[in-house]
């Protein structure tokens, strides 16, 4: 069955640095989406991509925060300069039509700014 | 704005026992309704969703849920728990008309007594 796959599993880095989450969506799937979970806190959404730009974003996706589909495959989460209250699990998701389709999330890639 | 209200952080039961999960949300149009599971270091899986028809939905490994329009509910239930089903649910709402972000509840952490 096809899935989501994020990578890493874990980053750990230091304030101030940049960091890129990566995700590869299903293959056929043209909606991607970005969330994170504090922990302890519920899933949030950060943003939602379609057709090679941002369709929605919250008012958490700042401008620190890009995405980007640089190929056909990758999707990419980009934060300029970590902050503390920046680590969180990250989850990618996918979704392969309009409307209201199931969403699906990959394992996440958990991200500690120290 | 629109809500998704878990009122239970932890439930307990025995394996064997039937089980109910509780999901209110605050959503002015028609939602569109969705159940998740997260096991320790996995992602998201859908377990159900409402989009409109049968008010009673089945989901996959056994689980169900009804939708209630006049107490703005979604509860989740099961008629009789295996240990494998101790994990995290979220209830989440989709927005009528807009295939971008899915709002989560905070989650209900759910153990299992042998």
């Known amino acids: 069955e096809p899935e989501v796959t994020q990578t890493p599993s874990h980053q750990v880095t230091q304030m101030g640095q940049e960091v890129i989450l990566r995700c590869v969506p299903i293959?056929?799937?043209?909606?991607f989406y970005w969330y994170r979970q504090i922990l302890g806190q519920k899933v949030e959404f950060l943003v939602s991509f379609y057709n090679n730009e941002i369709s929605e974003k919250s008012e958490i996706f700042d401008d620190q925060f890009s995405v980007e589909r640089p190929d056909g495959s990758n999707f990419t989460l980009k934060i300029r300069s970590t902050k503390l209250e920046d680590s969180a699990m990250y989850f990618c998701?996918?979704?392969?039509?309009?409307?209201?389709?199931?969403?699906?999330f990959g394992p996440g890639t958990r991200l500690t700014v120290t | 704005a629109q809500s998704v209200t878990q009122p239970d952080i932890h439930i307990t039961v025995s394996e064997g026992a039937s089980l109910e999960l509780r999901c209110n949300y605050s959503?002015?149009?028609?939602?569109?309704l969705f159940w998740y599971v997260q096991s320790p270091g996995q992602g998201l899986q859908l377990l159900l969703k409402?989009?409109?028809?049968?008010?009673l939905v089945q989901g996959i490994k056994g689980f169900e849920a009804e939708f209630k329009r006049s107490q703005s509910s979604f509860n989740l239930r099961k008629p009789s728990v295996h240990w494998s089903d101790a994990a995290e649910y979220f209830c989440?709402?989709?927005?009528?008309?807009?295939?971008?972000?899915?709002?989560f509840g905070k989650g209900t952490r759910l153990h299992i007594l042998p």
């Open positions: 998701a996918s979704k392969g039509t309009s409307g209201p389709g199931e969403q699906y």
């Open positions: 293959s056929n799937h043209l909606y």
């Open positions: 409402y989009f409109s028809g049968d008010t």
């Open positions: 989440a709402v989709g927005l009528e008309n807009r295939d971008d972000k899915i709002i």
């Open positions: 959503y002015g149009a028609t939602p569109y």
